[in-house]
């Protein structure tokens, strides 16, 4: 084949392999050509190019020509039986129900398609086809490698399909009425005429020679004749009416529109509708909030989403009213309480337009919670501008945070909520253990926020709320707040519940924080070495208050921070951490006293 460069890689791929392709229409497997011509030769660069320029699925044709047979799995019932028979490491490709599994074709002898091996699963060989990667299923799916070829290599046929196979037909299909119990063959006749119609329809099978063969598989497995004629018409039947009936369904839904929209000329800039909290909250896209356990973050994000429903300002900054969804996750049943204690502190109703609920989503293995969460929120509050999922780590279902598929998924699905929703995604987070390297996890969070929001508070005293990132606006902006604790209502034995709600404040001073990269990895390997070896500090001159930070040694982070810097030998890393210690001491992001150590941040 000719370079393949300016092909798109949907096509450029398959073709790499040696594979014959053909199109299909878009979100769907009807062939838009004459395709069994290509079971013989391969289309020409010009015809691919031409292809490629449509909006349409591929077709790879398997069988000798392009040297693969595909097992097609189409549930998950499906999967887990061929993975019961035996299932090499082969390519496989993720499809809209299933799986497609790939072989290397034997050469030697004809594979032919064969329907409904056991319930699930069908083989496509000499004469078939199969959707190609990167087309997209019916549902939206896109047909992805799960096992690519190049890290796996093509396995041979098992046992356990090759004895399923025979001439034409297929020896499964022939097993499948030899097998059949007395009483139940005209029943096992009437499936299998209907699966293979249904092949004939796609043209993945020759009609009219598949139905003789049909007739001599059934008297080979002891049927009358004159019983078989009438029971393979009936079956072929309704396979044809449930394909027709299949075709007429899709023809009222609308072409799709245009992937791209291009704006060109005279362009505008937007003026007005940018913002939910001007300077803060952008209407659309993703923001995270982040913060240590215990900060405040979630009260500051409560505040922030109930001001938001009732329309009032923050922080002097101006709000637009909209209804607000907030997936408590992490608050549990006394979440209601923190709603109860802001409507007492400032006088005024929960707004109408706030609601929350406590369940888990799985934003990460699958769609559908966040399905689910969209089709409620248009059902139920349109209009809707902001979601808050609290917290990620709830909501993840169990998935590693600092993965990039992991984190990437619950990226991409959270994307999706707001831009189906035309509404702000705003992520509730943590800190990792070194709060001077913000949100933990991967990066992929932090490249796809357009706010991103840091939360400090130090225990009984206020807290910071800091724009630590505004694609659309300006980051940098610092505001303070404070918690207090509000008379939520009496127990159960007549003892007062209160809760606490964050209030306005002046912003606290900013900490000091290491500077460059040495400093940085001297303060990593001390907040490490606190970790596994700090203790409280002792009463003195000298000291805070007795127990209230945790010490360590100097001259024995020295030694552990030696190892971590890079220097030509021992002696002078221990200097270099002496001279950064120094450094930071001068910054007041450590403090020293009688031999220990400690932080100031």
Not at 356 to 372: K, V
């Amino acid at each position: 084949m000719d370079d393949l460069s300016t092909l798109p890689n949907i096509w450029a791929a398959p073709v790499s392999q040696g594979w014959s392709v053909f199109p299909l229409q878009a979100r769907g497997k009807r062939p838009l050509c004459e395709w069994k011509k290509f079971q013989v030769e391969r289309a020409s660069l010009e015809q691919l190019r031409e292809w490629a320029a449509r909006e349409s699925n591929i077709g790879i044709v398997t069988g000798r020509i392009s040297k693969i047979v595909v097992l097609d799995l189409d549930s998950d019932a499906a999967i887990g039986e061929a993975k019961r028979l035996g299932l090499p490491h082969t390519p496989t490709v993720r499809t809209g129900k299933g799986r497609h599994v790939y072989f290397r074709h034997p050469g030697s002898f004809d594979v032919p398609n064969a329907a409904g091996i056991f319930p699930g699963a069908d083989i496509r060989g000499d004469g078939g086809y199969v959707v190609g990667p990167g087309s997209v299923h019916e549902n939206g799916k896109v047909y992805t490698w799960a096992l690519p070829p190049g890290l796996y290599d093509f396995a041979p046929l098992p046992e356990w399909m090759l004895d399923r196979f025979q001439p034409g037909i297929g020896r499964v299909q022939a097993d499948r009425l030899k097998n059949a119990p007395p009483g139940t063959r005209n029943d096992t006749l009437n499936r299998v005429a209907f699966d293979t119609a249904r092949m004939a329809a796609h043209g993945e099978v020759d009609g009219p020679d598949a139905r003789r063969r049909l007739v001599e598989a059934a008297m080979d497995a002891g049927l009358d004749r004159h019983e078989i004629l009438p029971t393979l018409k009936s079956g072929w039947k309704a396979a044809t009416a449930a394909e027709i009936a299949k075709s007429i369904s899709r023809r009222p839904h609308p072409k799709p529109p245009p992937r791209f929209e291009w704006v060109s000329g005279s362009i505008r800039p937007v003026l007005s509708g940018n913002w939910i909290i001007k300077g803060l909250l952008p209407k659309e896209g993703m923001g995270v909030v982040y913060g240590r356990p215990g900060c405040g973050k979630s009260l500051v994000v409560l505040d922030i989403s109930l001001r938001t429903a009732a329309g009032m300002a923050w922080r002097g900054l101006k709000t637009k009213t909209c209804p607000v969804s907030y997936i408590a996750s992490e608050g549990g049943g006394v979440f209601a309480n923190r709603v109860v204690s802001w409507c007492a502190e400032y006088g005024a109703p929960c707004p109408p337009g706030f609601r929350f609920s406590t369940a888990m989503l799985n934003l990460r293995s699958d769609e559908t919670d966040a399905l689910a969460l969209i089709q409620d929120v248009r059902t139920h509050q349109p209009g809707c501008g902001l979601v808050v999922v609290d917290t990620l780590s709830r909501n993840i279902a169990g998935g590693n945070e600092n993965a990039a598929e992991d984190m990437g998924a619950f990226v991409n699905l959270c994307d999706r909520i707001s831009k189906e929703l035309g509404c702000l995604v705003l992520i509730v987070h943590h800190t990792g253990k070194d709060e001077a390297r913000g949100a933990r996890g991967h990066s992929l969070l932090l490249g796809a926020v357009s706010t991103e929001i840091e939360i400090t508070r130090k225990q009984g005293e206020p807290g910071a709320i800091k724009v630590t990132k505004q694609r659309d606006g300006a980051d940098g902006a610092e505001y303070g707040f404070t918690l207090k604790a509000t008379t939520v209502g009496l127990d159960e034995d007549g003892d007062i519940v209160t809760c606490a709600v964050a209030i306005d404040a002046d912003a606290p001073k900013g900490r000091p924080r290491p500077q460059g990269k040495v400093q940085h990895i001297v303060y990593d390997a001390f907040s490490q070495f606190v970790l596994d070896h700090g203790a409280p500090n002792p009463a003195g001159t000298g000291f805070p208050d007795a127990g209230r930070v945790r010490v360590v040694d100097f001259e024995a982070f020295v030694q552990f921070g030696a190892g971590r810097v890079m220097a030509a030998s021992p002696s002078e890393a221990k200097k270099v951490v002496r001279r950064t210690i120094a450094a930071l001491l001068e910054r007041r992001v450590l403090a020293m006293n009688g031999g220990k150590l400690w932080s100031l941040s």
